[in-house]
Nanobody
Framework: QVQLVESGGGLVQPGGSLRLSCAASGFAFSSYAMSWYRRAPGKERELVARITSTSGSTNYAASVKGRFTISRDNAKNTLYLQMSSLKPEDTAAYYC?????????WGQGTQVTVSS
């Protein structure tokens, strides 16, 4: 079955960096677009970044553009999110996502807390 397992979250000071990983299994990872979402307490889920399957084209939310970088390693079936210049407002649970035949799959999430 499809599995998405996020890792790499934690507590970081403002201005710091973190790299999130999402290990994927159970489907042809290289054939599908992948995304990172986040949900902060009391807020709606937000699309953070997306990367296509073939060309590797990327899209970012305006709030993270220039600070976050999404990438993928198809040989390792792994999705990444490099986060830099982190701000307190980046505090949220971050989720890996893919859509297969109109069905959304999610990981369990990894918590990122930006605080001094």
């Amino acid at each position: 079955q499809v599995q998405l397992v996020e890792s790499g979250g934690g507590l970081v000071q403002p201005g710091g960096s973190l790299r999130l990983s999402c290990a994927a299994s159970g489907f042809a990872f290289s054939s599908y677009a992948m995304s990172w979402y986040r949900r902060a307490p009391g807020k709606e889920r937000e699309l953070v970044a997306r990367i296509t399957s073939t060309s590797g084209s990327t899209n970012y939310a305006a709030s993270v553009k220039g600070r976050f970088t999404i990438s993928r390693d198809n040989a390792k079936n792994t999705l990444y999110l490099q986060m830099s210049s982190l701000k307190p407002e980046d505090t949220a649970a971050y989720y890996c996502n893919t859509r297969l035949i109109l069905i959304d799959y999610w990981g369990q999430g990894t918590q990122v807390t930006v605080s001094s």
